[in-house]
């Protein structure tokens, strides 16, 4: 486990969190951690789209999605 001290400048932002924390029976650090993971899932979610538009703008030859899977399906049934 690592530790960490976290200032908040935003006193009624503390205040918000830890009133909401309360009400779920959560603690600040519970809430912090989840934030902490959300945040970081967001990051690679973005880091995926952003591959994955990097790849669509890659010069290559285009196929229709039902051609190519039609083809797919033939390929299939002939084995």
């Known amino acids: 486990m ?11 932002l503390y205040t ?6 309360v009400k779920q029976h959560r603690t ?3 809430v912090i951690h989840e ?3 959300q945040w970081l899932e967001a990051q690679e ?6 591959l994955h538009r990097e790849a669509l703008a890659e010069p290559g030859e285009d196929v229709e999605a039902v051609k ?3 083809e797919l399906k033939r390929s ?3 084995v």
């Open 45 to 50: 979610d973005a880091e995926d789209l952003a």
């Open 16 to 21: 918000a969190v830890k009133v909401q924390a």
């Open 2 to 12: 690592k530790r960490v001290t976290l200032v908040v400048e935003d006193e009624d």
């Open 35 to 37: 934030a902490m993971a």
């Open 68 to 70: 190519f899977f039609a």
């Open 76 to 78: 299939r049934t002939s």
């Open 28 to 30: 600040l650090r519970e």
